[in-house]
């Protein structure tokens, strides 16, 4: 049995809810034991829910999977393949048609437990398993045929009419047995391959078709029929209705002149098998060609004897016929004949056709072969002009991973016949593989050996002709037998290697012109790493304009702008020769970093470095690209918001304390009363603004400020005595004497003092709200309201509370537009989040209130239970106790059932539970518990009991804890900012189901944390 395990059940539970899957499997790979878990939206399979892994296993097999995908599922479904597959990847993902629909499947070890397998399974796409008499009862048309194509490809005949039969010129039952398995059974074999993609092409409802083809009436004739087709989807299936009509009498093979005497192809060979003696009976044509016997018996032994069949072919023979003998209806091959008259091989096509008795047993086949070696020269000269273009072509045996070779590979790489066994592992001992591209090689082939259907990679390949390394581009396509079973793999190679190089080229220089735009880029930078050379460098201002051409004593150049010693190290760390061509050799071709500098005694700057790495075509040699952006202004936004955090400011700025100029940051619609100072002259541009604001500032002393204490002289002056320093200016928007009132505040941004941090804030409004809340609040006070206090109170907070991470939204959605860095765009977006969050909190936290106060809470009767409370506690709470390690005792035994408003229920105890939660440090211990129980007169009656063991609620606190808007401020709750509702809307709540709530807390040291007790009497429900 598997263990019961809270956490795992959780994790399930997360899969089948959040991730949509409708089946979860856990299995013990130590005693495989499994348990199944179902969505409820799913419908489950007709399957045991725990038991044997591989006993069940076998079960979906054998009632869930066609034999046809038995070979796929067994590769991903038997315990040892299974345990080898996950070796190799840490999770498997695959889609697989059940006989209940197409399935996405994942599979991978369980994180907590390694031991224990998870299975996860969404069904894509559900599909129509049988079809109705309806849907293929066949009408009074002429030679209708019914067939369908299912979700794994495969077509099967449903229905047959007597028609068709006649044009076969079998019986009814012996038409469907032949059609049964393989539809297109029968067809000329040029015929079937374009019947086939006919029908697939058409695969789409209310599709509709028609065409011309030969069809069988004996071994060896055939006759051309009209085909006319309808299609219909049903789920994953497709129903053809297919009429056939006869156009033409029986001929030989359909082929007028297939016994002319200049037929290149020479006469058809007839003869027939009988299966249960294995004797064969030979056709005229056929004795003459070999001058043998009418009859040959324990066929086709004595033909091997005589060297009538090539060696090589003679397997192909022998499968062929044993194929035959097992029941198949069909089978075409090509082999290698003895050519009497000259000694030579004839390529000749064997057709074999098989009657069955009436038990529906294969006795007899019917067979005929035409020489096809026009055919076989044509396709060796196709070859040779495939070769003339670049391509090479081969077969590729699936079982012995050997390479029927005409000579093709052993001309381009020199391969001798024992490289063309052990594919691949010969050819790349072989050398001829570069060593690059050797796990590609070998991928390719783990691919194929899976069951890949078409396989391609581009590799480099030794050149006999110059030893060189030349691009190619190697393709397999699986060649499938008529039962849909891999017979072989068709290879081909072709040379890429002047479209390679020109692509390298291409992205060579497509790279040089890209990095050269944008209006941060100060530097630019083409060193060969390999000769220690700078061949090119490129800068916008005149920063290091005399350079050294040596690359080294360039980069110790570069080093003595660097701000210190530690960031000199960082940029020879990173950029010295030897670094570059280990990175390279290593993979790592293009990296970035950051860094601070000071460009000739001026200002000191964030740059940003980025280096792309290329081996050079020609000379193999390592050239690398190194681009320098200037990101001071970015890099200081950055640092100004992370010190300002959310702040309430209407603009901020940075002023260059070095080299004298300034820049705006953030700006809320400020700008509109204080023109732009992006500037290069902070001092002159304030000493003039001064002196065009001075007949509207407010005083002399407004003046003053803005002409003299604003300067960087004056800054400085001030921050070395203190850590910030603040200045409030007055001045009159126009004649009318409307005052507008700025406080500006400033601070050093960094450690260095380079940089100084100016925050303005438009206080206008705030001063005259101020003086409107004072205004209300002796009002209130003389009338005693203590609801407009709130109010009032809530008006005070919300104005920042809510105006707090709007402005971070703000803010850090600014940055995120500008920035490029993937890894900063997710700092600044995690950062957006929990401001959202927390915005969203203290909306919904506000909309409960006004609901409460206005009377709206409306109390629904539902039927609860305390196994469905403590249920609702694991969903809700547990994960939350996850995240800082708390641990939950939720002491709940009984199961007695009562009526009460779910919702307002489970919210009374999710506060306290989230309240307990964020005061509890990591690792500690909340505990829940339902005690005092009793039922009397219908109702049952109970303490509800919620204790944590957190930082505690002083004494004066809790004299207004119940309060709106009440917040108690020290180091724990600083960290966890709320609404100050919570314990509000929980009282209200309780009083509101007629409960009541005491609460005890402490804040010394041993003994602290707080014990809330909500008692409540409640109706019992009378259901069971």
Known sequence: MIEPNEKRTAYILDLLVKENYNYVWVADLKTFHYEMHTNENSSPLDLPESGNALEYLKLI?????????????KKYFSARKLQKELKKNNEIELEFPFSVGLSYIKIFRYPENPSELIVCSRILETGETQLSDTEIKANDREALIVITLDARKQFAIK???????????????????????????????EDRIIAEKLFLDNARDGSEFQGDFRVGKAPGYYQLVHLNATVKKYGLSYIYY???????????????????????RKKVHSFDIDLLTGTAHLGMEMRKYYNVEPVIHNFPEPFFKKGLIHPEDENRFKNGIQEIKKGSVFEELDVRVHNLSDGSYVWRSISLNTIFDDKGNPVRALGYSEDISFYKDQEARFHDVLEMCGFTTWDYNLETKSVSDTGRLK???????????????????????????????RNLHRKLSDGAMSVECEFRGRNITGGNFNWYKLRYTVVNDKNGNPQYAVGSASDINEQKVAELSYEYEAKTLYEMQGDTLAEKCCINATTDEVKSYFTKSDFNKSYSTNYTEFLKQMMSFCVNEDTARLVWRKLNPENLLTSFSQGNKTFSFVHRRQIQNSNLQWVSSKVNMYQDPKTGEIICFIYTYDINRKKLSQEALELIGTADFDLVGIIDVIGGGAFILHDNDIMSRVPNWDCGDYDSYFEQYADRMREYLDSEEDYVTLHDKVKIAALVKELSVNSSYEIIVKHHKNPRKETVVFRTTFRYLDSEQSSILLCMSDITSALADEREREKVLKEALEQANIASHAKTDFLARMSHDIRTPLNGIMGMTQLAMDETDVDLIHEYLEKIDTSSHFLLGLLND?????????????????????????????????????????????????????????????????????????FTEVGGVIDVSVENQKVENQCFEADFIVRDYGCGMTEEFQKKMFEAFSQERN??????????????????LVEKMGGTIDVWSSTAAENHGTKTTVHMVLPISSEK
């Not at 054998?62 to 796929?72: G, N």
């Not at 063309?420 to 790349?428: C, G, H, K, Q, T």
């Not at 609702?872 to 994960?879: A, F, K, N, Q, Y």
């Open 159 to 189: 229905n047959i009419n007597e028609n068709v039969a006649k044009i076969f010129n079998i019986s009814l039952l012996k038409a469907f047995k032949n059609l049964k398995h393989d539809v297109f059974a029968g067809y000329y074999p």
């Open 846 to 918: 506000i909309l409960d209130m006004s609901r409460i106060e206005q009377g709206v809470i409306n109390l629904e009767s539902d039927v609860y239970s305390l196994s469905e409370f403590k249920s609702s506690l694991d969903s809700i709470i547990v994960p939350l106790c996850k995240n800082k390690d708390i641990r939950l005792n939720v002491n709940i035994t009984e199961n007695q059932s009562f009526i009460t408003d779910k919702q307002k229920f489970n919210q009374i105890f999710f506060n306290l539970l989230s309240n307990s939660v964020k």
């Open 411 to 441: 001309r381009l790489f020199g391969f001798s016949d024992e490289h063309l066994s052990s594919i691949p592992e010969s050819v790349i001992a072989s050398g001829a593989i570069h060593r690059d591209d050797i796990e590609a090689l």
């Open 242 to 264: 297919v009429t056939i009509t006869a156009l033409t009498k029986p001929q030989v093979a359909g082929l007028s002149d297939l016994n002319a005497e200049d037929n290149p």
């Open 971 to 988: 180091s724990m709750t600083n960290m966890n900012q709320g609404s100050g509702l919570g314990l509000a809307i929980v009282k209200n």
């Open 61 to 73: 097999k054998e009632t869930y999977v066609d034999s046809k995908e038995h070979r796929i599922f």
